[in-house]
């Protein structure tokens, strides 16, 4: 069964402190790996991974993937208040010719001004 | 339009009735996804279209699930006799194509909360 785990499941920091979210994955046929952010009920797209060991960047937001350890991890650096949210990760993953997502439950960050 | 809509935004029904939830995707989006999100959890895959015809249904939970889609745009996820272990806010998402490696984005709509009473 395909799995996405992510740790912590919340985070409480105070602004200005840097955080590094988990993403660690079991699944067959992987394509790539998503990071979301969601706030309300839409999660928003941040990040697409396909190549180990290549960051990618957005201000103050990083994420990083290793297809070997099968995990990836999302920094951010100097949080706001406005980065608090739950942060998804998903899977891509081939079945049957067709592509999909498996999602983890989410990490749950709380910036504290 | 501007993107992808859903409605009702809520919808609060009696257990055993049936309920239909719309997703309207951004114009020209051949693939349409739904999604569920319980309390808590994170996003559980139900079904995907590519078109009008949806090849993977896998994640519908039970046979009182059911989505069509029709023109290759407006889709409706219809719950019949619905249960309280049904409620949940239902996302949909839609996509220029199939997922492909390299290439990729999916948008996704503001969602419908659906509470069984």
């Known amino acids: 069964e395909d799995k996405v785990v992510q740790s912590p499941l919340s985070l409480v920091v105070h602004e200005g402190d840097t955080v590094t979210l988990n993403c660690s994955y079991e699944v067959t046929n992987f394509r790539s790996l998503l990071w979301y952010k969601q706030e309300k009920k839409a999660p928003t797209f941040l990040f697409m991974l396909?190549?180990?060991?290549i960051e990618k960047k957005s201000g103050r937001l990083s994420s990083i993937l290793d297809n070997k350890e099968l995990f990836s991890i999302l920094n951010i650096t100097a949080t706001q208040t406005g980065d608090s949210a739950v942060y998804l990760c998903a899977v891509t993953i081939s079945n049957f010719g067709n592509e999909k997502l498996t999602f983890g439950t989410g990490t749950r960050l709380t910036i504290i001004p | 339009g501007a993107g992808v809509s859903q409605s009702p935004s809520n919808k609060v029904t009696e257990k055993g009735k049936d309920v239909e939830l719309r997703c309207d995707p951004i114009?020209?989006?051949?693939?349409l996804y739904w999604y569920r999100q319980s309390l808590g959890q994170g996003l559980e895959f139900l079904i995907y279209f590519q078109g009008n015809s949806a090849p993977d249904k896998s994640g519908l939970p039970s046979d009182r699930f059911s989505a069509e889609r029709t023109g290759g745009s407006v889709s409706t996820l219809t719950i019949q006799r619905t249960q309280q272990e049904d409620s949940a806010v239902y996302l949909c998402?839609?996509?220029?194509?199939?997922?492909?490696?390299?290439?990729?984005?999916?948008?996704f709509g503001p969602g419908t909360r659906l509470t069984v009473t």
């Open positions: 114009s020209g989006h051949t693939a």
């Open positions: 998402a839609s996509s220029l194509g199939r997922l492909r490696r390299g290439v990729y984005e999916q948008y």
């Open positions: 396909t190549s180990s060991g």
